[in-house]
């Protein structure tokens, strides 16, 4: 019996395990073809077998199956770990053409909402399926250019008209991440722009399938704080540490320009007119897409902060933990 495979199975394939041949008459390509595939006409394939890649599964295709089928058996015989491609072209060209488009209007978000956009609905559609988007964020043109070719999904198209940056992606199974692809960051700043700029950061790398930690030490330690006063017994220089530090991120202050609170006030008042993602919405998409925040427990020790009183989903670690994660990583932040 004939080894075969359909098209939903062909399009869950890892492209680097695999080897697509197509068993067509050279004239039959005007049809098209799938992507990736190679062209040995079923009368030439006995010429051509050192083209044939012993080392990986081989998918054959026709136009409707037949040919393939008999090839497949072949090269089973010979040795290969063949399957014919069932309905050939014909059935695949139809499974892609049923898979509807997805349509993303991101216009009026700023980094990183695109990309976090984009991620989610490609982790809801299927291999395949295509995503229009339109943005008129300039970056957006550098940031999906890099973003396709380092999760291994496909820029089919990018244009720019009128200010409107078009793209249209097609879901590919994504590469397996590398082993040492982690992204790790200190956060020893308590400043609220150091703070954004730690948590875009945080959430690009997220949306690009990547391992993050973010390990929060002293003065950062206060973005973790609950706003609201939590009632834990304390000492009297840890009552004085927690009266004198800002509870939470609505109280952070600016690196520079600060201007007695005002200065906050003016960030935040212009990120929510450019459509950036405010602090608050950063931390909780963060943690949503699994980035690890980690509160240094040394540092609360010394600073008199309790577990009870930061937010959800911070775990406690120590430097080990932070020794840990950095080894995994190609990027380790100091912020």
Wanted: aromatic fraction near 6%; glycine fraction near 8%; charge should be negative.
């Amino acid at each position: 019996m004939t080894k075969s495979i359909n098209t939903k199975e062909l399009l869950e394939k890892n492209t680097e395990e695999i080897q697509i041949i197509d068993v067509r008459d050279s004239e039959e390509l005007i049809l098209g073809k799938i992507e990736n595939s190679i062209n040995i006409p079923k009368s030439e394939l006995s010429f051509n077998l050192d083209k044939i890649d012993k080392t990986k599964e081989i998918i054959v295709y026709c136009k409707t199956g037949e040919r393939s089928d008999k090839i497949t058996d072949e090269l089973n015989s010979l040795g290969y770990e063949a399957y014919s491609l069932e309905g050939g072209f014909k059935k695949y060209q139809e499974h892609i053409g049923g898979l509807k488009a997805i349509e993303l209007d991101v216009k009026g978000q700023m980094c990183p909402g695109p990309i976090i956009k984009i991620a989610d609905t490609i982790n809801e559609i299927q291999n395949g399926q295509k995503i229009y988007v339109e943005s008129d964020e300039d970056a957006f043109a550098s940031d999906i250019k890099i973003w396709c070719e380092r999760t291994g999904n496909k820029l089919e198209s990018l244009i720019i008209e009128n200010n409107i940056i078009k793209a249209t992606i097609i879901k590919q199974n994504l590469p397996e991440i590398p082993k040492d692809d982690d992204k790790t960051f200190v956060v020893f700043s308590g400043d609220l722009d150091k703070t954004i700029a730690a948590f875009i950061i945080a959430n690009g790398a997220a949306s690009m399938g990547r391992n993050v930690t973010m390990f929060f030490t002293f003065w950062g330690l206060n973005i973790l704080r609950k706003p609201e006063k939590v009632s834990v017994k304390k000492t009297l220089i840890e009552k004085a540490f927690g009266f004198m530090m800002p509870r939470g991120t609505k109280k952070l202050g600016l690196s520079r320009m600060n201007m007695l609170g005002f200065g906050p006030k003016m960030i935040r008042s212009i990120m929510d007119q450019k459509g950036i993602l405010s602090l608050e919405e950063l931390i909780e998409s963060a943690k949503s897409h699994g980035v690890r925040i980690v509160a240094c427990q040394m540092s609360m020790d010394i600073m008199g902060i309790h577990q009870e009183e930061l937010i959800d989903g911070v775990e406690l670690g120590g430097v080990a933990t932070f020794i840990g994660s950095g080894e995994k990583s190609d990027m380790s932040l100091f912020i």
